[in-house]
């Protein structure tokens, strides 16, 4: 693993039930992946390749838009350690979880 992303995927939406039928399809997508991930109140964190993630990226606004968004803008953040590891999603939180 030597990326991870986190993304916050904002689409347009008629109400507050439309919007989260439609970022919940993102994230039911993301789930489908097999990649480990965290949901988050305000986003969700991916670990894997970093190829992977980036196509991934692309297609949760493809999903967002298929889900009846007329539009969709995200906030992406990206860690890339090409020649090694990054700190896990388990590093990071689990000990402000327990």
């Not at 980036?54 to 890339?80: F, L």
């Amino acid at each position: 693993m030597n990326a991870s992303v986190a993304i916050q995927t904002l689409p347009e939406a008629k109400n507050d039930e439309d919007l989260i039928r439609i970022v919940d399809e993102v994230i039911d997508y993301i789930k489908s992946t097999g990649l480990t991930y965290y949901v988050g109140p305000f986003e969700t964190a991916i670990e894997g390749d970093y190829d992977e993630l980036m196509d991934i990226v692309k297609e949760c606004q493809h999903i967002a838009i298929r889900a009846g968004a007329p539009s969709v803008a995200a906030y992406i953040k990206v860690t890339y350690r090409p020649e090694g590891e990054v700190l896990t999603i388990d590093k990071k939180v689990t000990k402000h979880h327990q």
